[in-house]
């Protein structure tokens, strides 16, 4: 979740509504996200002082990154990346284009 709120952070700095999150993480998994689970991380992670945790207008729940949490954050963001673009690398198919006989 981390990794997820600090890709998000990185586009669009702010607090994230936890149904965001959900779905993000959704998405990208096999298995299904359960919001009450999802909500229990995010008390764990602020009691770790990883995050914050906010109240949007509407009392939609959100959660930023504190400066601790980005910290923790970026090397794992990174580390993810990397282990995307190999294995792109090692899936990438390219068609080379045939030479005439002369």
Partial sequence: ???VLAALGAKRPGPVATR?????LEQGGDAPVYGPNLR???RRMQAAGWLRTL???NMQLAV???D????LAAPLLADEQARVL???RATAVLVLPL????
Avoid: F, K, N, Y
Wanted: glycine share 4%; net charge negative.
């Fill in 1 to 3: 979740m981390l990794i």
């Fill in 20 to 24: 965001d999150i959900e779905r993000v």
């Fill in 40 to 42: 229990s991380s995010c």
């Fill in 55 to 57: 109240r949007a207008p």
């Fill in 64 to 66: 930023e990154l504190t």
């Fill in 68 to 71: 601790a949490g980005r910290a």
């Fill in 86 to 88: 190999a294995e792109q």
């Fill in 99 to 102: 030479v005439p006989h002369s």
